[in-house]
């Protein structure tokens, strides 16, 4: 799914922001402010009026990352499935969290 923006193919680069910002809240276990100071430094090279855009970028992401984890999930042994669940789970809560 392609975004409409001014910009061809900048929003496929702010969805790929999904997987940095999932490590640095789980692996490195820092405040959603970071992350926020992070998007501003990863946006600054399209200018500065993607900032209305990102929300939804972000959201079709998340979403995006986790629909890829069922189709992975789904191809993987039962016995490959128990430790790839750890991290499904996150991308799960992740994706549902978007929907409030």
Not at 85 to 96: G, K, M, Y
Request: net charge positive; glycine share 6%.
């Amino acid at each position: 799914m392609t975004l409409f923006l001014d910009r061809p193919a900048v929003d496929e680069w702010i969805r790929a922001y999904v997987v940095p910002v999932g490590r640095i809240e789980t692996v490195h276990e820092r405040p959603w402010g970071t992350v926020l100071r992070l998007r501003d430094a990863y946006l600054e090279p399209w200018g500065q009026d993607l900032g209305k855009a990102f929300p939804l970028a972000f959201r079709v992401g998340t979403f995006a990352r986790a629909i890829a984890y069922v189709r992975q999930r789904a191809a993987l042994s039962p016995d490959e499935r128990a430790a790839f669940d750890t991290d499904f789970s996150t991308v799960l809560r992740r994706a549902i969290a978007q929907m409030g």
